[in-house]
């Protein structure tokens, strides 16, 4: 087994969308069999921390059991939205990319980091 840290894109792919100041960012497991594991883990105030250089809002979960997938709506993330932002990525399209790399507890250590 690699000491390598486990990360969200090991466990799942993302994508990015946008409404006003507003992110969100979907979250779609590879496999059902790591829906319980990232439930744990990947927690709202842990997905707020990783955000918190470009979010100023809350962060909210919604969970989609069916699909095995998240949905994280993330609140004043797109420097005031698509129309009045001067930001290079005023759609948030790469804020995807910040989920990925959120480094997640090893599993022996379940939802303890």
Same mark, same amino acid.
């Given at each position: 087994m690699s000491d390598a840290p486990l990360r969200v894109y090991d466990l799942a792919h993302c994508r990015a969308g946008d409404k006003g100041n507003t992110s969100n960012v979907s979250v779609i497991l590879y496999d059902d069999a790591d829906w319980e594991f990232l439930r744990e883990v990947l927690t709202e105030e842990r997905v707020r921390?990783?955000?918190?250089? $470009? &979010?100023?809002?809350? $962060? /909210? !979960?919604?969970? =989609? !059991?069916?699909? /095995?997938?998240?949905?994280? $709506? =993330?609140?004043?993330?797109?420097?005031?939205? $698509?129309?009045?932002?001067?930001?290079?990525?005023?759609?948030?399209?790469?804020?995807?990319? =910040?989920?990925?790399? =959120?480094?997640?507890? &090893? !599993?022996?250590?379940?939802?303890?980091a």
């Open positions: 921390q990783a955000y918190r250089h $470009v &979010a100023k809002g809350p $962060v /909210k !979960r919604y969970e =989609i !059991r069916n699909l /095995k997938a998240f949905n994280f $709506v =993330i609140q004043n993330a797109l420097g005031g939205g $698509v129309t009045i932002s001067l930001a290079q990525d005023i759609h948030g399209k790469s804020l995807s990319n =910040i989920m990925l790399a =959120i480094q997640l507890p &090893a !599993r022996s250590q379940g939802g303890q």
